[in-house]
């Protein structure tokens, strides 16, 4: 296998160090706006350089953001290209486009890395779905999120202070908000709910809600009554009905889910005949990506393309109900469903998903968290 | 495929209820000392019958125990069919026997049940070994043993009526010696590190201590320290150096392995390129457990053989030194070693686990723990 290698960051040059020493794949050429200069590929500044190379097989896009990603991509695949991406916003947002072409073109597509960084979450997603119907997925899927939670749960820091810090080490990106308002999580259940359900997710009609508006007195209540909150994302399918949404949400002391530290996830699938799976590991880092980058390449070269078949285009359902901790906003629609009061914070009764992210969408100031099932 | 499956208890029903509506599998035959009548298979009560098939390509072992499993499998792979087992006993026991010779005939020979039932543990490991060093594997791999831990945890039950209701409950054995005194881990560690390292652990080296003699005061002094007692096993290979052991583990509340709950596992292992991954499932059960075995067979479909090369013979050498908490029994050596005290029970100073180990054998009252690196 001879790759073009676009982008040369983090995850890209974790993939050149991984590859170096294998004999079954050779990164040929690196595309790079930076001056770099590397021992056993060329670098170029042009893009065209890989595309028009016909030696180069296989295309790993290791660059982020849409665009120029999205062209590069769709370009390398109709010049029957095979495509590696730890892209999750790119796969998300351009599925519909990007899947259909990959197959239409005959060419490999995998993005193993999107989700769950290290962890080989879609690759199990694809061999789970061999053998029985999946019913649920979701879980931690953003450490950035996870490090701030865990660090205002266990030491106690505001916000601020835990985002400060995160940064600090690196998990955190200077302007967070695709982490913190649980945009990342959010292409992440997409993704994944298309891999496990066979089906092509309306994403307008997956809610998403952040922590950003998470305080020190929020995470009190909710040590007070033993409960720790972690931002969850569930994607489920049942008799054809599926729903997806990402939220903060309450889990008790003593679940697993509960006890997920640092900058860990913790991604589940729930199947038929397997029940629960879960799966643990380092969501991000340059070697755990780089690291299902090539594991990708690996499943290339024995010719594995997606993981399941371009399924029909489906809206979420969300009209599960559920108990919501509501802090920093109120109105009469939310006085109404009112059960209790935690000191400043309400907790409702049970309303539904959509009803409770349509209200906090008209109230930007208001945390909400949901009590876990 | 054309299956011979052997045995009709939990897995084997399982594994024929799950490939019933398959078109790519079939039980042909099913080995069964009970009567029982089937709409889609042939049933006999003699091996022959499936041995002398020629149109059965892959056997399906689910009896358990290690004879006539051990002369049935050998003889199947002999006369060129494929093994699929869940016999965790067979494979770590009969090792350096089965294995070269599956190779020997070109057969594939996969157990992916026989470690964390429904979680694709030896599957993962063999995907992980092609891209990186794997560095340690092990966990908690029995749930028999977490139940009853867990329940003494959480619900302050004695070791006795912990055991009983896991027995009620059909998560232990009307003989539970296996699990509970630790072999059924030790045979699952012994058959993880030989796929993890590339070797094969000469077992008289893997030193195993369980879980019987744990009191309710034991838990009452682990819990007023912030820590839960698991049973786990422990892999690591090191420049050429392996150690392997299984005794119980006292592991800190909020770290993962101590939120697991009931008859759950957790499995991990830490690679150098992917840092710490870990399963969570059930590790047994009818339908997670035959789910892998179904697994195997589309592997075995796939051409995949064993899940990694057989491995010259080593001996572990457990020389790493950890604090133990020793109840039960004492005697001058423990007593040199003692740092602390528990109530009635000694902390000690840093031992090696040869010595703690070999001591124990000589104390066969005494409940050991290590503290956990």
């Known amino acids: 296998m001879r790759i073009g290698l676009l982008g040369f960051g983090v ?48 295309v790993i896009e290791a660059m982020g953001g849409l665009h120029p990603a999205y062209e590069f991509v769709k370009a390398s695949i109709e010049a029957g290209k095979n495509i590696v991406t730890s892209n999750k916003a790119l796969v998300a947002t ?11 073109k005959g060419v490999c597509f995998r993005c193993t890395a999107a989700v769950g960084g290290g962890i080989g979450w879609l690759s199990e997603l694809e061999r789970a779905r061999r053998m029985q119907t999946i019913e649920k997925v979701g879980g931690i899927m ?28 690196g998990y955190a990106e200077a302007n967070p908000t695709t982490d913190v308002e649980g945009i990342d999580t959010w292409h992440k259940v997409i993704l994944s709910s298309n891999v496990a359900f066979g089906i092509s997710l309306d994403t307008n009609t997956v809610p998403v809600a952040g922590i950003s508006k998470i305080t020190a007195a929020d ?28 939220q903060p949400t309450l ?27 879960s799966f643990y ?14 594991q990708d390449c690996a499943d290339v070269l024995a010719g594995r393309g997606f993981y399941s078949p371009y399924g029909a285009k489906v809206a979420a359902e969300n009209t599960d109900s559920m108990r919501y901790y509501v802090s920093g906003a109120t109105d009469a629609w939310l006085e109404e469903n009112a059960a209790e009061r935690w000191n400043n914070a309400i907790i409702t009764k049970p309303v539904t998903v959509e009803a409770m992210h349509a209200w906090r969408k008209e109230n930007a100031d208001a945390f909400i968290a949901a009590f876990a099932e």
Chains 1, 2 share one sequence.
């Open 281 to 294: 590991g380092q969501g991000a880092g340059r070697y755990p990506t780089a690291y299902n980058v090539v």
């Open 142 to 169: 953003n450490g950035t999120c996870n490090y701030i939670l865990d660090s205002m749960t266990r030491l106690g820091l505001g916000y601020d202070e835990a985002l400060k810090q995160a940064q600090a080490l």
């Open 11 to 58: 995850v890209g040059r974790g993939v050149y160090d991984l590859t170096a020493s294998r004999e079954d794949m050779t990164v040929a050429k690196v595309v790079c706006l930076e001056d770099v200069s590397l021992p056993d590929a060329e670098v170029t500044k042009n893009f065209q350089d890989v595309l028009k190379d016909d030696s180069i097989d296989t």
């Open 219 to 246: 995470v009190e209540n909710f040590t007070a009554h033993g409960l720790v909150c972690k931002l969850i994302s569930t994607g489920k399918c049942a008799e054809g009905k599926v729903s997806a949404y990402v």
């Open 251 to 277: 889990v008790k002391l003593g679940e697993p889910e509960s006890a997920v530290p640092a900058n860990f996830n913790l991604i589940t699938l729930v199947g038929s005949a397997s029940g629960r799976m």
């Open 94 to 104: 351009f599925y519909d486009e990007l899947i259909p072409l990959a197959k239409e």
